[in-house]
């Protein structure tokens, strides 16, 4: 399954960068995108546990940038 999620307060490219890298590295996820300059993440994902995997891309990203917001 692939959602876009709009992104608030992602602050610098290298975040964007590191948070595609941590979130690639969640079990059931296929392929990640974040893009700085288009304020959104792409994720394809198992869809039998997409909410399960959502909740640690969340927490993922809270520890790489803290102040990111994923709007759901």
Partial sequence: MKKVFKLEDLD???????????????????????SFMGQRMTLD???????????????TCKKVEPDCKIIR
Avoid at 12 to 34: F, L, P, T, W, Y
């Fill in 12 to 34: 610098c490219a290298n975040c964007a960068a590191k948070m595609e890298r941590a979130v690639a590295k969640i079990d059931g996820v296929n392929e990640v995108n974040v």
């Fill in 45 to 59: 994902a198992d869809e039998s546990r997409f909410e399960e995997i959502m909740e640690k891309v969340v927490k």
